[in-house]
């Protein structure tokens, strides 16, 4: 097992956009697969490299019966419809709160090997991606909840026992609410 300890919120490396992966090494897919075992242990639907405290533009995910990772993900919706329903995070343990995403998403990326692979996606998977791909943009689901539902939120992390007490980073307006198109 590699299983390697989860970044929580207040982390700022849960705020510092990613880099794009250059090199499809051994290196990755060591993260890959630390990235793999980690989630799988946590129980995830997803999960990327800043939350492993790895500043590179990789993720994972298991949900919907699909599974597993995009290297460099560039996603776009395929049509208007969106969904609410809860979301959680693994780097804000214990919560989850309604949060509006798209429905339909595809997302292009590469493999391990540098391959590249698309991956179609409907409401769980495609709020995974959503939401994982955020996190390569330093961007926490937080920030994508309506203005009562995030102070509600912020009021429960700060009371959480895992929450260290450091100042929370929480963006304003940090990016169009539905990402690229
Ligand atoms: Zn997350």
């Known amino acids: 097992m590699t299983v390697q300890p ?5 982390d700022p490396v849960l705020r510092t956009p990613a880099d794009e992966v250059v090199d499809f090494d051994r290196e990755l ?3 890959v697969r630390d990235l793999w075992d980690t989630m799988r242990d946590e129980g995830g ?9 790895v500043g590179l533009r ?10 597993g990772h995009l290297v460099n993900p ?13 979301e959680g ?4 343990p214990g919560f989850s709160w309604d949060c509006r995403r798209h429905r339909n998403v595809v997302a292009r990326g590469f493999n391990e090997h540098g391959e590249p692979i698309e991956i179609q996606g409907s409401d769980l998977l495609a709020r995974c991606i959503q939401h994982e ?3 390569l943009d330093g961007v926490l689901f937080l920030d994508r909840l309506d203005d009562d539902t995030r102070k509600q939120a912020m009021k429960e992390i700060r009371q959480a026992t895992w929450f260290d007490g450091a100042v929370p980073t929480l963006k304003q307006s940090p990016h169009p609410l539905f990402g690229a198109r």
Do not use: K, M
């Not at 560039?74 to 809860?86: F, H, K, R, Y």
């Not at 995070?89 to 804000?92: G, H, K, N, R, Y």
């Open 29 to 31: 897919r060591n993260l």
């Open 89 to 92: 995070c693994l780097s804000i």
């Open 45 to 53: 639907a997803g999960l990327a490299a800043p939350q492993l405290g």
């Open 74 to 86: 560039v996603w776009t919706s395929l049509d208007e419809e969106t969904q609410e329903g809860p």
């Open 6 to 10: 989860i970044r929580l919120f207040g």
């Open 58 to 67: 990789v993720f994972t995910y298991a949900c919907d019966g699909e599974e």
């Open 133 to 135: 791909t955020d996190h």
